[in-house]
């Protein structure tokens, strides 16, 4: 599968890799966040519930 990906804009150095999860029945849910794959940057766009957040701090899940 060949993809292309748009450069991040905030750093400029990395590319913003998409990310997919499954919804509450299990639905697939195809590019829910998109994340610069540049370690420095840690630029985000997410989608939940229907609302976007932009540059949210990255961490851990406890589940």
Request: aromatic share 8%.
């Amino acid at each position: 599968m060949s993809e292309n990906f748009t450069g991040c804009l905030k750093c400029e150095k990395g590319i913003l890799l998409p990310l997919s999860d499954y919804g509450r029945d299990g639905a697939p849910i195809m590019y829910k966040a998109w994340v610069c794959n540049n370690p420095e940057c840690g630029f985000n766009i997410r989608i939940d519930n229907g609302e976007i957040s932009i540059g949210r701090e990255l961490g851990t899940s406890n589940k």
